[in-house]
């Protein structure tokens, strides 16, 4: 149980153009979900919140206008890459926190890693 | 600026013996504490949860916190080749969302 998927799993764009990125919680409903990015050799940094049906909540120094984020329902946040640069290509991973199971565990997805051109 | 603490390694370890991981925070409301494996190119994978102060046993793990010293540690016991990865230790957060803080993390290399 607890399983969260990610797709694309990798993706190359060329540069000026978007990418959205799905995650799914698959077997459980994600009242949470969050959204991260991690560069070679570093760690986990994390880039914004997400809550169901309202707006996700950014990270200081991460630009909400270039990261969309949208939680549509209890198993789906998307996050678009608007305007993608080189510097942009990353590690992006997911995680969802479960309703109603031990609802402090956080479920990490497998991760998209984006390379801009 | 709340902060999480880990050797970066690498730890070098035979196969057989235990490996001993730390961690210190800074953020004294954390309740909650996680190790995560990530295996390179991968995602993070949850290891363990702990958050009573003491010894909690899984398998082969040992995850151990002391909440007075802000220190929680992991040990593996009878490591293996496969056990070769990153630790991240994450504690959770006070905010109603529960994020968490993670370190750098600890590379293991397990040596056959």
């Known amino acids: 149980g607890a399983v969260v998927s990610q797709h694309p799993s990798w993706v190359i764009c060329k540069s000026g153009t978007s990418v959205k990125i799905e995650c799914r919680s698959l077997?459980?409903?994600?009242?949470?979900m969050f959204w991260y990015r991690q560069f070679p050799k570093q760690s986990l940094m994390l880039m914004a919140t997400?809550?169901?049906?309202?707006?996700?909540?950014?990270e200081q120094g991460v630009e909400k206008d270039k990261f969309l984020i949208n939680h549509a329902s209890l198993t789906l946040s998307t996050l678009t890459v608007t305007s993608a640069h080189p510097e942009d290509s990353s590690f992006y991973i997911c995680?969802?926190?479960?309703?109603?199971?031990?609802?402090?565990?956080?479920?990490f997805g497998p991760g998209t890693r984006l390379t801009v051109t | 600026q709340k902060e999480v603490e880990q050797n970066s390694g690498p730890l070098s370890v035979p196969e057989g013996a235990i490996a001993s991981l730390n961690c210190t925070y800074s953020d004294r409301g954390s309740q909650s504490f996680f190790w995560y494996r990530q295996y390179s190119g991968k995602s993070p994978e949850l290891i363990m949860f702990i958050y009573s102060n003491g010894d909690k046993e899984d398998g082969r793990f040992t995850a151990q916190l002391n909440k007075a010293s802000q220190y929680v540690s992991l040990l593996i016991r009878d490591s293996q080749p496969s056990d070769s990865a990153t630790y991240l230790c994450a504690p959770q957060g006070t905010d109603s969302w529960g994020k968490l803080q993670f370190g750098a993390g600890t590379q293991v290399v397990v040596t056959p």
């Open positions: 077997d459980f409903q994600a009242t949470t």
């Open positions: 997400s809550n169901e049906g309202s707006k996700a909540t950014y």
């Open positions: 995680s969802a926190r479960a309703l109603g199971l031990a609802d402090y565990e956080q479920y």
